[in-house]
């Protein structure tokens, strides 16, 4: 499994769900911060030692912010690279994926119906 895409690709998720209320907040920003220091390493997630991939996430978070990206484009590019890759997701990534999800959208004022949706469809795939 390619470490660095999963990041990417979880940086564009995670950009979907902050952006789906229509604007990213800065305490989603800072969640997303907290989150690849405590909850994305590779360690965690690979079993192995490089902590550099982790901080992918952010820069692409960063990168679509700046871009004023479209959050359905950001979401289709998971979606698809989940479909794509479903095989090598384990059960911890899984878990550490809507865990994070969730973490961005409660991050300013709770979680909001434009959220939820976005949470429910990715819980709905993390299960197949």
Do not use: C, W
């Amino acid at each position: 499994m390619d470490y660095k895409e999963f990041y990417v690709e979880l940086g564009k998720l995670l950009y979907a769900v902050a952006k789906a209320d229509g604007e990213v907040q800065d305490e989603e920003l800072y969640s997303i911060y907290q989150m690849v220091i405590s909850d994305l390493s590779d360690a965690l997630l690979f079993d192995r030692d490089d902590e550099v991939d982790a901080y992918y996430t952010e820069f692409e978070f960063e990168a679509l912010i700046d871009k004023n990206a479209d959050m359905h484009v950001a979401l289709k590019s998971f979606m698809t690279y989940f479909d794509a890759n479903q095989q090598n997701f384990t059960s911890q990534m899984r878990a550490t994926t809507l865990k994070a999800v969730e973490a961005v959208a409660m991050a300013f004022e709770g979680i909001v119906p434009e959220e939820q949706k976005v949470i429910d469809e990715i819980r709905q795939k993390l299960k197949n």
